[in-house]
């Protein structure tokens, strides 16, 4: 028996115009506008473009937008890449997003009708991924985590000072420096030690009775060589003042590919008091600071006011969680990319839109390891291209060298490649008149 043609399940456009969703979301575009987008999608599902089922959300989805947010093709090789956006977020971190952005059971518990705990499964995936006894906390970002770590423990201590080594006083940029970030909560900070250099000893004699916490800062983005030395949390850990490390990139356990990054679980297991890091670098998630560690200090925290103006909204409790339980993160599938791939891709985007394929060396970004070289390799386009292109929609972003556009494909997702392919064309169809 023969299918019957499935264009003949494609939605009638009254049906369509008349579906609240694309009335919704098409309010204030007028009936024309709507109708453009609904025509437009029913003529993609008789190209047998996209199945019929699917031209309510294709007509939605091509709906004009209302925000000024331009998409970016990342085609820069750098993987956490703060100026455009840190990390892109996996399918599922978008569909948990979409599924908590109206009313939920964010504090409510359906079986007893009362007030339940905020975030408890967020939470729950971060424990499960952590030394046993130890317990959670999310905040905005991952200078609130310490700023809140830092404000939480001088509030308990015998007094009002961090003792902290000059090879750590880091700025994370935009000016902005984590010893004034401390400061400003009104410790005084005892720095030790040496730029280059510091020892056990340096801490032991700044540690005293004034002393709340000794805080460790992962030097992220730079890397210091030479003749150089620090004191790891073990020999810290002895020094009887709870330890507080910022790892910053939010390695939750060891890489063997990135061996110079902190992890929270060793950080812990070394007797780390707190570990504090960023949800949007090596993790891969939504903007969010992780407050790690003893279950105690961790429950202080929580309850200190300071945690309130501090606390992340749904739909990056709904990302956070996706992202812990979703599998590979697109960062870690970017940063790990087999080069043999990546120069495929790039040989067939060379043969679609002319240029060179040439070595080109990707990196982990301002999120961390700065001494991590990823090789890989990008198409070398004529420099002019790069101004038209950045400027497209979607926008498509690569690295000016030496007179030369490179397009490196690591970070641009496999399912794109046709997206950027075209927008090449375009951009130098648009240079040829
Ligand atoms: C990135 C970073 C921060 C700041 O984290 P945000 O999430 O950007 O606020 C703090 N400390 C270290 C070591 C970092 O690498």
């Not at 991924?129 to 770590?149: D, I, Y």
């Not at 891969?284 to 429950?299: I, S, T, Y």
């Amino acid at each position: 028996m023969r299918e019957p043609d499935p264009r003949r399940r494609i939605p009638r456009t009254d049906d369509l115009l008349a579906d609240p969703r694309l009335s919704e979301m098409g309010s204030g575009l007028g009936r024309d506008g709507i109708l453009s987008a609904v025509r437009g999608a029913q003529e993609r599902a008789r190209a047998g473009l996209i199945a019929p089922e699917k031209v309510l959300q294709d007509a939605v989805a091509s709906l004009p937008t209302t925000s000024s947010v331009r998409p970016v093709l990342n085609a820069t090789g750098v993987v956490v890449h703060t100026n455009l956006g840190r990390a892109p977020l996996s399918h599922k971190a978008i569909a948990g997003i979409v599924r908590s952005a109206g009313y939920s059971d964010l504090e409510y518990d359906v079986h007893t009708g009362r007030r339940g705990p905020r975030g408890a499964a967020v939470l729950a995936a971060l424990c499960d991924r952590l030394p046993e006894g130890h317990a959670a906390l999310v905040v905005n970002n991952g200078a609130a985590a310490l700023l809140l770590a830092v404000t939480g423990l001088i509030a308990s201590g015998s007094d009002r000072e961090v003792v902290v080594s000059r090879g750590e006083l880091v700025e994370i940029g935009d000016g902005f420096r984590l010893p004034d970030l401390m400061t400003s909560t009104g410790v005084r900070l005892r720095e030790v030690g040496t730029t280059n250099r510091t020892s056990l000893a340096d801490y032991a004699a700044a540690v005293g009775p004034h002393t709340s916490a000794i805080v460790k800062v992962h030097p992220s983005n730079f890397r210091v060589e030479g003749f150089t030395g620090g004191v790891g949390v073990p020999d810290l850990a002895t020094l009887g003042v709870p330890v507080v490390v910022d790892i910053g990139s939010g390695l939750l356990a060891p890489d063997p590919a990135l061996p110079d990054e902190p992890d929270a679980t060793t950080a812990l297991r070394e007797g780390a008091a707190l570990v504090t890091a960023s949800g949007d670098k090596l993790l891969g998630g939504p903007q969010a600071g992780l407050l790690l560690g003893d279950a105690e200090l961790v429950q202080r925290l929580r309850r200190h006011p300071l945690a309130r103006a501090l606390r992340v909204d749904k739909l990056t409790l709904a990302a956070l969680e996706a992202t812990l339980r979703g599998g590979v993160a697109p960062v870690t599938a970017y940063r790990t990319a087999d080069p043999d791939v990546l120069r495929t891709r790039a040989a067939a985007l060379a043969e679609q839109v002319g240029g060179r394929v040439r070595a080109h060396d990707g990196v982990v970004g301002g999120g961390g390891a700065p001494g991590v070289v990823l090789p890989g390799w990008a198409v070398a386009l004529p420099e002019p291209l790069a101004t038209v292109l950045r400027t497209g929609t979607p926008s498509v972003v690569g690295r000016v060298e030496s007179g030369e556009l490179l397009l490196d494909l690591r970070c641009v997702p496999p399912e794109s490649d046709a997206d950027l392919a075209t927008a090449v064309l375009a951009a130098v169809r648009s240079l040829q008149v």
